[in-house]
């Protein structure tokens, strides 16, 4: 079945790397996102790779994807208190006439100073 | 720029009456989706369209209706409101081609009392 999963929360101290971690489940998966809510707001879209590359980097944000373990994971590097939000993963489903993306519940990045 | 809004942005309203919140779109994208987001459950798609006239149920869909008569427009609505659909709603939009991403509304908070 379709199904993302993600650890609920994480802390980090300001300066230090975060790595958030999430596991998918459907192989055929062709992109897979990383989306940031801070509080009272919407998703944002941060970043999202294709299912063809082990590595994205943009700025601080590295994106790993291991495709034999069905494994994502996004790293903060030099995470800042204003990285504090809700990190979601999310992996897209191709139907006939179009594509849907399915949500891990989202991981709860606390940043201490 | 391209912006996807949501009206109201919050609402209250009672047990067993008719809720439809709007969702307005203008990137010219075909696809349109809406959530809910609770406590412990992350994101859950109730409905979404692949384009004018096409409709189809999320998750999460009873209680609930969308109509597709625009490009830009997919309003949400509540046939008899219920304590149990307090939540915040949060409509996106995607291309149809490509890599999918869906960009989100600000979300409506709606509480049923």
């Known amino acids: 079945g379709e199904d993302v999963e993600q650890s609920l929360f994480l802390s980090v101290r300001e300066g230090d790397s975060s790595v958030i971690n999430c596991t998918y489940t459907?192989?055929?998966?062709?992109?897979l996102y990383w989306y940031k809510q801070e509080p009272g707001a919407g998703l944002q879209l941060l970043t999202y790779i294709f299912s063809n590359m082990d590595m994205k980097q943009d700025q601080r944000l590295t994106v790993l994807l291991n495709k034999k373990d069905k494994h994502l994971s996004l790293r903060i590097a030099d995470t800042q208190t204003g990285d504090s939000a809700i990190y979601f993963c999310?992996?897209?489903?191709?139907?006939?006439?179009?594509?849907?993306?399915?949500f891990g519940q989202g991981t709860e990045l606390s940043v201490k100073p | 720029d391209a912006e996807i809004t949501q009206s109201p942005r919050h609402k209250i309203t009672e047990t067993g009456r008719q809720v439809t919140l709007a969702c307005h779109q203008t990137w010219n994208h075909n696809n349109m989706f809406w959530y809910r987001q609770d406590l412990g459950h992350g994101l859950r798609l109730i409905h979404y369209s692949y384009g004018v006239q096409d409709t189809n149920k999320g998750e999460v869909s009873d209680g609930y209706s969308v109509s597709r008569s625009n490009t830009e427009d997919l309003p949400l609505t509540l046939e008899s409101a219920a304590s149990s659909q307090t939540s915040v709603y949060f409509c996106?939009?995607?291309?149809?081609?490509?890599?999918?991403?869906?960009?989100f509304g600000p979300g409506t908070r709606l509480t049923v009392t």
């Open positions: 999310a992996e897209l489903l191709i139907y006939n006439q179009g594509g849907k993306l399915i």
């Open positions: 996106a939009s995607s291309d149809s081609s490509g890599s999918y991403e869906q960009y």
């Open positions: 459907d192989s055929s998966s062709t992109y």
